[in-house]
């Protein structure tokens, strides 16, 4: 027997909430496509901290992998309310809290390791730098980009390029120069736009969070619901 009364609305509303898991799944997934494909301006913050530009790629690839997994989810949550199929809502209820687990897991090491992830910024922009006043390219443009969009020079300040003599002070950007007022170095500034950036990702991950938990409690009850009927249909 099917769930009858308020417990029907229980039912949709599991439907309704994987369906959102699944429409998260395809723009994740294309945010992930978008970072593989397409150059930005936040392209440019990862290239001044990682001249192989692995970490925008790798950010893409995490997307993809991650929009898929919660595509699937809700695809199965979706089907396993649809049809009041005990496995597949138990299946989807498992592998959900196990996402959530490891979300968790993640967040923690993330607020852990956030010192050692800013001496991997600093160090990762020292050695980008060096390359960006010795040749031209991808590295050099991302510099002179981030310099201009945040008005900063430097790693520290402007003397930076002084340190490296002739060479570089002939490659820095015109406001870096001697007769204008010592500007703030790129390094903090850099670090803040990312850490904004990625705290939108952050409250992104929150409410996904909070979704798959809902989600969870609403395939347990429906379980329930559904284990009642057949008792009730055998009695």
Request: aromatic fraction near 14%.
């Amino acid at each position: 027997m099917g769930v009858e009364g308020c417990h029907r609305v229980i039912k949709y509303l599991m439907v309704f909430f994987n369906f959102l898991f699944v429409v998260l799944g395809i723009t994740v997934m294309g945010v992930g496509i978008y970072a593989k494909i397409k150059s930005d301006d936040f392209n440019y913050y990862f290239v001044v901290i990682d001249e192989t530009n692995s970490t925008w790629e790798n950010f893409g690839v995490l997307c993809i992998i991650v929009g898929v997994i919660v595509m699937l989810l809700g695809g199965s949550g979706c089907y396993g309310a649809a049809k009041e199929s005990q496995m597949c809502l138990g299946f989807f209820a498992t592998l959900v809290f196990i996402v959530f687990i490891l979300e968790i897991v993640a967040g923690g090491m993330g607020y852990h390791y956030r010192d050692s992830l800013e001496s991997t910024i600093k160090k990762g922009m020292e050695k980008t730098f060096n390359t960006s006043i010795q040749t031209n390219g991808t590295v050099h443009d991302a510099w002179s980009h981030v310099q201009g969009e945040l008005k900063c020079c430097g790693i520290n300040n402007n003397t930076d390029y002084f340190r490296y003599g002739g060479v570089a002070e002939a490659r820095m950007p015109f406001f870096c120069g001697k007769d204008w007022p010592e500007l703030s170095g790129c390094y903090n500034k850099v670090k803040n736009e990312l850490e904004g950036k990625w705290g939108v990702w952050a409250g992104a991950a929150i409410g996904i969070a909070i979704v798959e938990l809902i989600a969870i409690v609403f395939a347990l009850l429906l379980i329930r619901e559904i284990r009642r009927g057949d008792s009730y249909t055998v009695v």
